[in-house]
């Protein structure tokens, strides 16, 4: 498997990081390899096998419907980058 | 002080030989003194060092002390410590103060035991090398010119140089196990749902598993028995009762059954390794343990399944990492994807960013199918190998590296060579099963450890195989020069 620099600026869009232009063709090589090592698993004949999510294939556990969380937002708020009256403030999304 | 075990600090504690306080100023002066060599901390807390040290006095001198009160420990810097930096190794969060505690966190604070401060790890614990902190690298105890293993390679460092009696890991792909191994240390990491993950910066949810380092395996047994147990706010902690792992710990090895892969001995590993945990395995013998020649024959699938699987599940985990709540924002973001994209780039390190991207690909729309879901199936073949082995084994043994510990920047850049250093320990996390790595005799110098991998939840065997062998050998009890003996 080999990336182009186009596949990478799409990846990189996907997953939100920015890249520089003079990043993408060393980002290209190295992804190309990992994707390389991956496809190892090509040989692998995995037929009639379930997929595995959980080592003792544990399933999701429940709980009683109460709150439990007590109220931290000011707490939490301190470590934001930047809030206003109890609001997270993020650049403006609708012009 | 330095070079006893927790056992005997806790009797020294009790005897009135000395105080936790002093105890803990011991400790701090010697990472004041030494760990400029080393890089093994990332942040320092005396202040809560010591008023936690004065507590534990406190308890001590009213009869209410645990087996740990008063003996100081490291956390790792993924475990979120309420009111205290918990970077992750990160740009991304060097403004991160955590305002809560991990699970972890709240029980070794419940058992009583100081907090000297939080050791540095590979960004976000993607590494096999300390070498992607943002902090800087860790040095090797044993030779400062060579890496400590990743990815919680400061805590191994720092117990390896004395510089605390035990620190807390966590391991994904090898994460303990290795920086155990390649510093001579004992660590070990449990059964996937054994200790909480709350708390515990997720890097690949259903690999992580936190876990102790300590000069030894009763070291290892009394903290894990601190550490462990249902915590109803990780969804996948096991409800199983914690067992008594010291009380295990002298029972006799005779008739125990020992596999050995063929699959951990063949090329790439190194004469010296390969010589050092054969005569391991003969002292073994030595003890009254048969060894059974077994097949795993899926261990070749590890290295791929895995390096689709953490970095799939790593990509999802990092996207809360947005610039929003907390952690790193760029300046002036025009607009809200300049901010993600920018906040995100600046705050990532290279590595981080390989496995978010590789992650990203593996889960995109078309590809699902021929990633993920496929390295998910190959995860169960190789679980199925160990279950069958299981089957006529008590543990299963080999070594946890291929090497000894390598250069500084001899991998670095080169991350496909990095990854394969892991393929011994990576199938451990994919099977969910526990691990530990154990001292042998050390190859040129430089310490080799033993893998030790036992069956789900049988933790308590896994330490008493790896004591009884510390019973007759020593070289756990070694330690590097240069650090004050």
Redesign the interface.
């Known amino acids: 498997m080999s990336?182009t620099a186009s596949?990478?600026k799409k990846?990189?869009h996907?997953?939100?990081?920015?890249?520089d232009e003079a990043d993408i063709e060393p980002?290209a090589n190295?992804?190309s390899?990992?994707?390389?090592?991956?496809?190892?698993?090509d040989?692998?004949d995995?037929a009639d096998?379930?997929?595995?999510?959980?080592?003792?294939d544990?399933t999701?556990?429940l709980?009683d419907d109460i709150v439990t969380e007590v109220n931290?937002r000011e707490?939490?708020q301190?470590?934001?980058?930047?809030t206003e009256a109890g609001l997270?403030l993020?650049?403006?999304?609708l012009e | 002080m330095h070079n006893k075990s927790l056992t005997e600090l806790a009797a020294g504690l009790r005897a009135g030989e000395f105080t936790s306080v002093e105890l803990t100023q011991h400790f701090l002066d010697r990472i004041e003194k030494y760990d400029e060599s080393l890089n093994s901390f990332i942040t320092v807390t005396p202040e809560i060092a010591l008023a936690q040290a004065a507590e534990a006095d406190a308890q001590i001198a009213a009869g209410t002390a645990g087996p740990l009160t008063g003996i100081p420990m490291a956390l790792k810097d993924i475990f979120c410590t309420d009111g205290v930096k918990t970077s992750c190794a990160s740009k991304m969060l060097d403004?991160?103060?955590s305002?809560y505690n991990a699970t972890v966190v709240e029980k070794l604070k419940a058992a009583g035991m100081p907090m000297l401060g939080k050791t540095n790890m590979d960004e976000f614990a993607m590494g096999s090398s300390n070498e992607s902190s943002y902090y800087g690298a860790v040095k090797n105890p044993w030779d400062t010119e060579r890496v400590p293993g990743g990815s919680s390679g400061g805590s191994a460092a720092a117990v390896a140089a004395r510089l605390v009696p035990m620190a807390t890991g966590t391991d994904t792909g090898g994460s303990i196990r290795q920086p155990a191994s390649l510093t001579g240390i004992t660590g070990i990491k449990p059964?996937?749902?054994r200790v909480s993950r709350f708390g515990m910066i997720a890097y690949a949810s259903?690999l992580d598993q936190g876990g102790v380092f300590a000069r030894d395996a009763a070291d290892c047994a009394l903290v894990l028995g601190a550490m462990a147990g249902f915590d109803?706010k990780d969804?996948?902690s096991?409800e199983r009762e914690v067992e008594d792992y010291a009380a295990g710990l002298d029972q006799s090895l005779q008739g125990l059954r020992i596999g050995v892969p063929a699959e951990y001995f063949g090329e790439g590993l190194d004469e010296g390794v390969a010589a050092s945990i054969k005569s391991a395995l003969d002292k073994y013998k030595e003890l009254g343990a048969e060894i059974v020649e077994i097949e795993l024959p899926?261990t070749?699938?590890a290295?791929?399944?895995y390096?689709?699987i953490a970095p799939a599940e790593c990509?999802a985990n990092l996207?809360r990492l947005?610039?929003?709540?907390?952690?790193h924002?760029c300046e002036d973001?025009?607009?809200?994807?300049?901010?993600?994209?920018?906040s995100?780039?600046e705050g990532?390190g290279s590595e981080v960013?390989?496995r978010?991207?590789?992650g990203?690909?593996?889960l995109?729309a078309g590809y699902y199918d021929a990633?993920y879901?496929?390295?998910?199936?190959?995860?169960?073949?190789i679980?199925d190998d160990f279950v069958q082995a299981f089957e006529n084994v008590d543990v299963i043994m080999g070594p946890v590296s291929p090497t000894t510990a390598f250069k500084l920047g001899e991998k670095s850049d080169d991350?496909?060579s990095m990854?394969l250093s892991d393929i011994y320990t990576l199938a451990v996390n994919l099977?969910?099963?526990p691990a530990i790595s154990v001292p042998v005799e050390p190859a040129e110098g430089l310490p080799v450890g033993l893998q030790i991998i036992g069956n789900?939840f049988d933790e308590s065997r896994l330490l008493n195989v790896a004591h009884q062998f510390q019973q007759a050998t020593d070289w756990h009890k070694q330690s590097p020069e240069g650090f004050g003996g």
């Not at chain 1, 301190?78 to 930047?82: E, G």
């Not at chain 2, 947005?322 to 952690?327: A, I, L, Q, S, T």
């Not at chain 2, 879901?373 to 073949?381: E, F, N, S, T």
Request: hydrophobic share 40%; no cysteine.
């Open positions: 990336l596949d990478v990846i990189s996907l997953a939100r990081l920015a890249i980002y190295n992804l390899n990992i994707l390389g090592l991956v496809e190892q698993m040989a692998a995995v096998i379930e997929p595995m999510a959980n080592p003792q544990a999701q556990r709980r931290q707490k939490f301190a470590i934001a980058p930047n997270y993020v650049p403006k999304v | 403004n991160f103060i305002p059964t996937y749902g259903s109803e969804s996948t096991s899926n070749g699938l290295i791929p399944s390096y689709v990509s996207s947005d610039g929003v709540r907390y952690g924002r973001p025009v607009d809200l994807e300049d901010m993600y994209k920018r995100r780039a990532f960013k390989r978010i991207m590789v990203t690909y593996a995109s990633y879901l496929k390295a998910q199936k190959v995860r169960r073949k679980k991350p496909v990854y099977a969910g099963l789900y």
